[in-house]
Each structure stands twice: as structure tokens, then as C-alpha cells.
């Protein structure tokens, strides 16, 4: 097969980005403009600013990318975007602009779910070896999902309630430091120490997952300490969070591993840029002797990389979409 070259567009969230893919994994030219700093004074993500932000925003950044590229736009073989799950408003933006696309240089358009996009980030620069457990963690999804193949999902655990980001980011409002919390936290929990206790959370022998009493207790410990006038130690309280969470998700991907008996595990989302979950992991794959693979940091957070690179799987199949598609604020792989 000839290289094709995928366009592809994600603004689900709070990022405009365009990226150019050859072949599903080499990644020729990617912007990302990231909202953040709108966001910021908000404490979260304003979904009527974030779409009013990608509109202002899209041309630009696809320009920009055709500029670094150096290619012409007609010779781009497929236009591709995220449709859902995520922001309705801002999903509108990119899927618009890649239909219009689409139709004025008559090429295919494709459209990708955002998790199908953040599993194949670890196809970028690299190549997926099969079956494999995912381990898909993000603002929205804790999911662990069995790939027997290539494009073929099974769900085996999910989150009960709240999404491992989420949880990063309310402890984070809670500590009160800035959106996004992730990062934040990774960067106080360095210097600290686990000192304190904390609940043990889901240990069970499913492969699901919960956040949402971890997330309670730090809550009422906080507020406790702060009515009894003590002072909290930030930086012990992340790293005694991020110590347990990280042992929740460790053990359930061991035993999935174990139990569904494959050989590899990929890590994905916005999550998996954080480092001490990627060490944590790391160590019990050379443990049990699994090869793990971790896509590089920029393609962990929202980026239209990964939705190129998943965008290809689907051109290889001829499974194109029709200009009538329409964006979907809750949709699951295979949806
Ligand atoms: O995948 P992503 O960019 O967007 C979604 O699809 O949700 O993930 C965003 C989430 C946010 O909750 C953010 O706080 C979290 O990923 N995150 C991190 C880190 N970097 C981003 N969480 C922990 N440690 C990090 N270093
Ligand atoms: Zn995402």
C-alpha cells in the first residue's frame, strides 16, 4: 500500500489540535493549542468558552500544521476527527471542519472515538504486539480493556464512580491548587512522603475500579484539620494519595494480566504522563515479565496525533464515514 498521509482534528476538551500522520505512526506535524490558561480562573473546563475558543481557533492551527508539514493539503489522503465521546459544543468544531474538509478536496472522512485515539498513541513510533491488556486512564475513563486484536475491544473493569483524572483534579481543588490537578499533584507528591493513612480502596478480585471514597476522605480529613486549626502537609497527603491509587491500578493490571495470560500492556491517557505511575508499573512488568509500553508524554495528554493514528486502522479497513455524522457527548468504543 502507498503512504497515506491522515489530517486529523481532536477538540474534545479543552485542546485545538491538528496533526499529520503517514502511515498510522510516524507523526509529520502536530499543534496543539491548549485552553488551559482560559480555564485556569474557572478551576475547570467553561464548555461554552471551550467551544467558542476551538472556533476561533481551528483554522489557524490547520493551517499552521500544513505550514510545518510542507505538504499541500491536496495531497492528504483522509480527513479525520473525534466525534465522542466529550464536549458537545467543542466536539462540533473539529468534526465540521473535518467533514467540510473532506468535501471540498473529496477524500474520506473518518471518524475516530477519543479512546480509540488514546489507544493507539501507543501505536505512534511503535508497533502493538497482540493480545494486549490497555489500561486507559484519563479525566473521563479507568477502563481495562482486553485487545485480542487489532480494532477488536472487550471491556474487563471499569470505574464504579469517579475517573482516576478526576479524582487527581477534585484532590487537587481540594488542596487548592490550580487546574489541572494532575500535574500539580505528581510535582507536590516528589517531595513528599506517605505519611498519611488512607482507606484501602476496591482491593477485590474484580477488574473494576472506584475513586470516589478516596476522594471523600481526603476531603473530610482536610476539612477536619483545617476546623481543628492543624496545619495539612500538601506534599505528604499527594504522595500518600498517589501511593495508593498507583497500588490500585498496579494490582488490577497484574492480575488481568495474569488472568487473561498476555504478554503485553500499554498504558494510555492523560494519566499515564505521570511519572511515578509509570515507574510503578514498570517494575511489575519487569516483575512478571510482560512487556509494557507507554506512549511518550506529549501523546498521553489530548493530542490529534493519536486520532491520526487511529484514524489509519480504520482507512486500512475502507471503514470511512458519511458527511452526516454527527458528535456524540457519551459514546463507547465500538459505538
Ligand atoms: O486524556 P486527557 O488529556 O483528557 C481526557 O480524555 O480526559 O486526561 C486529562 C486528565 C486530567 O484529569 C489531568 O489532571 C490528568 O489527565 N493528568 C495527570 C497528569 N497529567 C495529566 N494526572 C496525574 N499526573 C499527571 N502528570
Ligand atoms: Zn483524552
Known amino acids: 500500500m502507498k503512504d497515506v498521509y491522515i489530517l486529523a482534528i481532536e477538540s474534545s476538551c479543552d485542546e485545538t489540535s491538528v496533526s499529520i500522520v503517514k502511515n498510522g505512526t510516524e507523526d509529520i506535524a502536530t499543534t496543539i493549542n491548549s485552553q488551559i490558561d482560559i480555564h485556569k480562573k474557572y478551576g475547570g473546563v467553561v464548555p461554552e468558552i471551550a467551544s467558542r475558543t476551538h472556533l476561533e481557533n481551528i483554522t489557524i492551527v490547520i493551517d499552521e500544521t500544513l505550514k510545518k508539514s510542507k505538504m499541500k493539503i491536496e495531497n492528504i489522503d483522509a480527513f479525520a476527527c473525534t466525534y465522542g465521546p466529550g464536549l458537545l459544543g467543542s466536539l462540533l468544531i473539529g468534526l465540521e471542519s473535518a467533514k467540510t474538509l473532506s468535501f471540498i478536496y473529496n477524500k474520506p472522512f473518518i471518524k475516530v472515538n477519543h479512546m480509540m485515539g488514546h489507544i493507539y498513541a501507543a501505536n505512534i513510533g511503535n508497533k502493538l504486539e497482540y493480545p494486549l491488556i490497555a489500561l486507559v486512564i484519563s479525566g473521563g475513563h479507568t477502563d481495562l480493556i482486553l485487545m485480542k486484536s487489532e480494532n477488536e475491544f472487550q471491556y474487563i473493569g471499569q470505574t464504579l464512580d469517579d475517573a482516576i483524572g478526576e479524582c487527581y483534579d477534585k484532590?487537587?481543588?481540594?488542596?487548592?491548587?490550580?487546574?489541572?490537578?494532575?500535574?500539580?499533584?505528581?510535582?507536590l507528591a516528589k517531595s513528599g512522603n506517605s505519611t498519611y493513612k488512607m482507606p484501602s480502596i476496591l482491593n477485590d478480585s474484580s477488574y473494576n475500579f472506584s475513586f470516589s471514597g478516596i476522594k471523600s476522605y481526603i476531603n473530610n480529613l482536610v476539612h477536619n484539620e483545617e476546623q481543628r486549626g492543624n496545619k495539612i502537609n500538601k506534599n505528604n497527603l499527594a504522595s500518600s494519595f498517589q501511593e495508593t491509587v498507583t497500588k490500585l491500578l498496579v494490582n488490577k493490571a497484574k492480575s488481568a494480566i495474569i488472568n487473561f495470560k498476555v504478554k503485553n500492556l500499554i498504558v494510555v491517557g492523560g494519566v499515564a504522563s505521570n511519572s511515578y505511575i509509570r515507574e510503578k508499573l514498570s517494575e511489575m512488568s519487569k516483575e512478571i515479565d510482560i512487556t509494557m509500553y507507554v506512549p511518550d508524554k506529549k501523546y498521553c495528554t489530548d493530542n490529534a496525533t493519536m486520532i491520526g493514528a487511529a484514524a489509519y486502522v480504520l482507512y486500512k479497513d475502507k471503514k470511512f464515514s458519511e458527511l452526516s455524522t454527527n458528535a456524540k457527548s457519551l459514546e463507547t468504543l465500538g459505538g
Open 171 to 187: 484532590v487537587a481543588r481540594i488542596l487548592k491548587l490550580p487546574y489541572p490537578g494532575g500535574p500539580n499533584i505528581e510535582r
